[in-house]
């Protein structure tokens, strides 16, 4: 006869205490979470009441109906962040010619001042505030082609400046019947560009016809006595010529 030897199998036993101590502390934190949401939402509600004078169900209706209205309107007018970013980097990648340091030109015409106005590139930008002209250059995105002052490059723009004024007829230098409230602000126009920008000339002033030609501006007048020196050094009053009507003549004969 074969005897079968059996191996004795020892099995964990759990106490019952330790299961149901186990189980009761479960429900006890899950009891605790439930009445911590509890106390959450009354808070919030009392706090909605509080501050808005709505009833929750009146206020999370309507923070659902403008998150609606915000999603629809982003979707139409708005721009994702794919479409901003191509935007950025080209912006980024378009690099700036660098600055040149500003020359010095002297004297020069309003006429040759309209060749710096920005779009030459190989030249500086210029403007002119009272006759003296200024190196703009860093300022090339108000006042280089396409900025908001552009039409004030090239320019003597007092008139302009001080008038706070876009029009074609004052973009001029003439400040002539100015009031004092305009010419102050054409002096904080002017004190702002002496800060920051740099000065590089002055505008020529055009010489007048008679400056041009050496005559002078004024006649002499007739009546005048004009002295013309003698052989002997000295003056005597010339002949000056009378102006008389033909009755004086007559007289004078009689």
Known sequence: MHHTSTTPVC??????SSVSLSLSLSLSNTKQRAMAGVQLWET??????AYTGLSPTTFFT????LFAVYYVLSGLFGYSSSDLHPQTRNFQEEELPPLRPPVQLGEITEEELKAYDGNDHDKPLLMAIKGQIYDVSQSRMFYGPGGPYALFAGKDASRALAKMSFDEKDLTGD???LGPFELDALQDWE???MEKYVKVGTIKKE???AESTGEPSGSTPRDVDVINPTEDGR???AAVKSEETPSNVEADKE
């Open 207 to 209: 010489a007048t016809e």
């Open 191 to 193: 004190y702002k560009f």
């Open 235 to 237: 003056s005597k009053p």
């Open 11 to 16: 099995s964990l036993q759990i106490p019952p």
């Open 44 to 49: 919030l509600k009392e706090s909605i009441v």
């Open 62 to 65: 309507i923070l659902a109906l």
């Open 175 to 177: 400040i002539s019947g």
